[in-house]
């Protein structure tokens, strides 16, 4: 079973449009994250959520808003899409090991969203 | 400026040669992480290292956490085709877990 699934793993929409990428994590971690990745590979969190309340939401436009239904599922809605959207958003979970460390983090494998 | 600086940003060698990639940070860490990312999919976790002045190794990757555990390093001998990718150094600021940095990549082909 995977661990860490997306949906969609493609995404071409037309600017203007609002879309949904759903993630879901069967590994029992209470931290899942968003994370954009450029086409010039940089990875940058977006959002982190542990057990459905947000704590970390990074410099992202309001059009991007995190919706985490339960601590299994943190899903990415975005708003009136741009050119500038268009990118890898990968969603990661990991445990919190709080002051002991980082815990792994387990990627899905992301979704290509093409803004046209 | 990023926190975390990797470097080369690219590198393309011959199978059989040794490399070594960078990771620099001004700020000090608990512990790095070294990830690595094949095309198409999700990055994954090589290594995380949490002493200062820590050596691990990992079949031919070997891993070094600076004294200072500002900087790090991924050493590759006798590369092969298959570790091809995007490698990328990550760390938490403050200790800080669930908000995760990464380095921009240093992205490794080797060819036969």
């Known amino acids: 079973d995977t661990a860490v699934s997306q949906t969609p793993k493609y995404l071409v929409t037309q600017m203007g449009n609002d879309k949904s990428i759903k993630c879901e994590q069967n590994?029992?971690?209470?931290?899942m994250y968003w994370y954009k990745q450029d086409s010039k590979k940089f990875l940058k969190i977006m959002f982190s959520?542990?057990?459905?309340?947000?704590?970390i939401n990074e410099t992202v436009p309001n059009r991007f808003s995190p919706k985490s239904p339960d601590k299994a599922h943190l899903n990415l809605h975005i708003n009136s899409l741009e050119l500038g959207d268009s990118a890898v958003y990968f969603c990661?979970?990991?445990?919190?090991?709080?002051?002991?460390?980082?815990?792994?983090?387990?990627f899905g494998p992301g979704t290509r969203l093409l803004v046209l | 400026t990023q926190l975390l600086e990797q470097s080369p940003q690219f590198l393309s060698i011959q199978e059989g040669e040794n490399l070594t990639v960078y990771c620099n940070s001004s700020?000090?860490?608990?512990?790095l992480q070294w990830y690595r990312q094949e095309p198409g999919e999700g990055p994954v976790l090589l290594v995380t290292?949490?002493?200062?002045?820590e050596v691990k190794k990992l079949k031919r990757l070997t891993f070094q956490f600076g004294d200072a555990r500002k900087d790090s390093s991924l050493h590759i001998t006798a590369a092969q085709p298959g570790d091809t990718g995007l490698y990328l150094c990550?760390?938490?600021?403050?200790?800080?877990?669930?908000?995760?940095?990464f380095g921009a990549g240093t992205r490794l082909t080797v060819k036969p």
């Open positions: 959520y542990n057990n459905k309340e947000l704590i």
């Open positions: 990661a979970s990991s445990q919190d090991l709080g002051n002991r460390g980082l815990g792994t983090q387990y």
């Open positions: 590994l029992g971690h209470d931290t």
């Open positions: 990550a760390g938490a600021p403050h200790n800080n877990g669930n908000d995760m940095r």
């Open positions: 290292v949490v002493t200062g002045g």
């Open positions: 700020s000090v860490f608990s512990s």
